[in-house]
């Protein structure tokens, strides 16, 4: 225990905060990494290009091209960061040791090698159906498409992933949180907003259809606003996917890069805690219009911590990151992205959230007092107490560039 950390104890005790307890609630939260930052969103099930509204800026050398490279890149992340983890998988991951099938015909054993992959590190799997970048996607629509062959191809994709995830579920011992994404949309104008939605709904309710643990899959259906190419209309939206979550009691799921910019997915957090055991973030960072840039340690990822935290619920939020950067080394995209999440609960941990509340319906004036002075707390101090309790390193861009020099810059 450092000096920094005891005199930083002391500062929080004048508060009413116990260090020692957020620390020892903070080892416990599990945070699942999305696998697709190591490789730009590529996969391995298809040589399509990125689609779906969604698009990978830079070429920074290094870039996982295979299973093993993957792998062995989330190994490393995996030994920099602290605390319980996931891995998120899409399903254009899926590993090929014999013969490739297309998606709609996705078994358990196509990803069998990261279950042996999650099992010898203690890892729960969480998955998503890959709605994009595919020769089946017709005129920008999947589930939504007028066109039924196609229709019927993503609705068997969804059912098959289904499978999958109580599959994952059941092999790793830790819940599978299977989020069904959409790219579905037009550019302009549509003539007619219903029809592609109805089919929408028709499309899940015949994926939900296959029978499944819910104590072992939890099944989350996820919103955009927008996106490249789709900008005038996009069929799941935020009406659509809560209503649909509320009418068939599954998990609705915000990723916070997916509203219009002046929305904070902090703020609508409450109300869904309020109608729902359970709900799952996609935690990323926008920028303007842009979705998916490396989660950083700012305001609204300390805002949707706070949340999580003073409403008790962080056995009741299904935390995962989401975003993807190839201009910079995306090692250390990974890891500052998943710190910066572990550092903003930290810092929702240390808030003397009672006294806060009680603030709020007894003086403004001091509410506003304390939230600024509770900036400045040695929060630092804390954090780096609980990177040396976890065995991890404060410094990890030198081993990321040690790992660079060895590894990555030998990729072709």
């Not at 080892?27 to 696998?35: E, G, L, W």
């Not at 990261?114 to 729960?124: D, H, I, P, S, T």
């Not at 109580?166 to 011992?173: D, I, N, R, S, V």
């Amino acid at each position: 225990m450092s000096k920094m950390y005891e005199l930083a104890r002391e500062v929080y005790r004048t508060y009413g905060v116990d260090t020692e307890k957020a620390l020892d609630t903070l080892k416990d939260v599990t945070i699942s990494i999305h696998c697709w930052q190591g490789d730009d969103v590529i996969g391995f099930d298809s040589r399509e290009s990125l689609s779906g509204g969604i698009q990978t800026t830079g070429n920074y050398p290094g870039k996982a091209t295979t299973p093993e490279e993957l792998m062995a890149d989330f190994d490393e992340v995996l030994r920099l960061l602290p605390g319980k983890k996931k891995i998120n998988l899409h399903a254009s991951y899926a590993i090929f040791e014999k013969r490739a099938v297309g998606r709609n015909h996705l078994k358990p054993e196509h990803f069998k090698k990261w279950v042996e992959f999650a099992k010898e590190r203690g890892l729960g799997i969480d998955f998503n159906p890959t709605f994009f970048s595919h020769p089946m996607v017709k005129d920008n629509l999947t589930l939504s498409s007028p066109d039924e062959e196609v229709r019927k191809y993503w609705v068997d994709h969804g059912k098959a992933c289904l499978k999958i995830a109580q599959y994952f579920a059941e092999e790793t011992g830790e819940p599978c949180v299977m989020n069904i994404w959409i790219p579905d949309g037009y550019k302009d104008i549509p003539a007619d907003r219903l029809g592609p939605r109805a089919r929408f709904k028709k499309s899940l309710d015949e994926i939900l259809s296959v029978r499944y643990d819910k104590s072992k899959v939890y099944v989350t259906l996820e919103s955009k606003v927008f996106g490249i190419g789709l900008e005038s209309y996009t069929v799941g939206s935020a009406e659509f996917c809560l209503s649909y979550a509320n009418a068939k009691h599954i998990t609705p799921l915000m990723d916070n890069g997916h509203y219009h910019p002046t929305e904070m997915v902090s703020d609508k957090i409450s109300s869904l805690l309020l109608f729902n055991d359970k709900i799952a973030l996609h935690i990323t960072r926008p920028v303007r219009w842009d979705s998916d840039h490396v989660v950083l340690f700012d305001d609204e990822t300390r805002e949707i911590a706070k949340e999580i935290v003073r409403n008790d619920a962080l056995d009741r939020v299904f935390i995962a990151t989401d975003y993807f950067d190839a201009s910079i080394n995306r090692l250390s995209a990974w890891i500052t992205g998943v710190r910066s999440v572990q550092e903003a609960l930290l810092f929702a941990l240390l808030q003397p959230n009672e006294e806060l509340k009680k603030l709020q319906n007894e003086d403004l004036t001091a509410l506003m007092v304390m939230q600024e002075e509770l900036k400045t707390a040695p929060f630092g101090a804390v954090w780096e107490e609980f990177l040396e309790r976890e065995h991890v390193e404060k410094n990890y861009l030198k081993a990321v560039k040690a790992y660079e020099e060895k590894i990555l810059k030998e990729r072709k």
